[in-house]
T-cell receptor, first 117, second 117 residues
């Protein structure tokens, strides 16, 4: 168990709909990363938040957005869903200010499998 | 831009034998980290081993070790005494250095490892 939690585990929805994926980082971790894993694109970085602020953006579509709340949990919002958005979405966390080495190592949650019909 | 290449889509090993998975990367940076992640059928991303580029000594974690050749930009993973539970997809990943608050992972396409009893 990495200590990172994601809900829901599975999500089935229709094209055009909007969904929200939730991530709780490891206790004390300040950074949250979102990744998308699909058969054709592999594992791709979407967006990173650090202590509530957006830090980096990757291949994230304009239809997608995210935020990190004061309690450090993060949500990834996907709207106007298309068939091609079906994928496994991972959240990862890192950067503890206190305790332990390897603050740069990212620990992954179990993922949310999104199916768009 | 940095890239990570895993040239072996699939590998197979006999139980108790040793196998080496290959990874090469391209970067102009001198400060970076390299990782191997394991993704079993459960889809959970599990950290196997990490290597800091500034360290000449190859990282080792129990039966897992790496051969880090910085000049050649090569980062192979050796699994000794292979076990059935080692069967999984293995991803090589790169992360830029520059402090713990930044730096998403860049993944290779993965190598599917099968372990034969």
């Amino acid at each position: 168990d990495s200590g990172v939690t994601q809900t829901p585990k599975h999500l089935i929805t229709a094209t055009g709909q909007r969904v929200t994926l939730r991530c709780s980082p490891r206790s004390g971790d300040l950074s949250v990363y979102w990744y998308q894993q699909s058969l054709d694109q592999g594992l791709q970085f979407l967006i990173q938040y650090y202590n509530g602020e957006e830090r980096a953006k990757g291949n994230i579509l304009e239809r997608f957005s995210a935020q990190q709340f004061p309690d450090l949990h993060s949500e990834l919002n996907l709207s106007s869903l298309e068939l091609g958005d079906s994928a496994l979405y991972f959240c990862a966390s890192s950067v503890r200010l206190t305790g332990g080495p390897s603050t740069d190592t990212q620990y992954f949650g179990p993922g949310t499998r999104l199916t768009v019909l | 831009a940095q890239t990570v290449t895993q040239s072996q889509p699939e590998m197979s090993v006999q139980e108790a034998e040793t196998v080496t998975l290959s990874c090469t990367y391209d970067t102009s940076e001198s400060d970076y980290y390299l990782f191997w992640y394991k993704q079993p059928p459960s889809r959970q991303m599990i950290l196997v081993i990490r290597q800091e580029a500034y360290k000449q000594q190859n990282a080792t974690e129990n039966r897992f070790s790496v051969n880090f050749q910085k000049a050649a930009k090569s980062f192979s993973l050796k699994i000794s005494d292979s076990q059935l539970g080692d069967a999984a997809m293995y991803f090589c990943a790169y992360r830029s250095g520059g402090g713990g608050s930044q730096g998403n992972l860049i993944f290779g396409k993965g190598t599917k490892l099968s372990v034969k009893p």
